[in-house]
């Protein structure tokens, strides 16, 4: 079994039962990776801001400029 880091804490999550997965990440070249916390950190992890800014300019650009 591979080694999982919480994506909240930066720490190794060393006991399989207290690790949450929590969704995949897709990779600029590869195949990206999965996105694990420990249980007790699980609630406290966000998604990253960077993909809702990129699609929140997008949708802003197109109501402005349109289609």
Known sequence: MSMHIC????EPITDPDDAVFLWHEEGNSGPGWDVWAHRAHA?????????????????LHRALHGD
């Open 43 to 59: 609630d406290l992890v966000e998604p990253d801001p960077a993909p809702m800014r990129i699609l929140a300019r997008v949708l």
């Open 7 to 10: 994506r909240h804490c930066d």
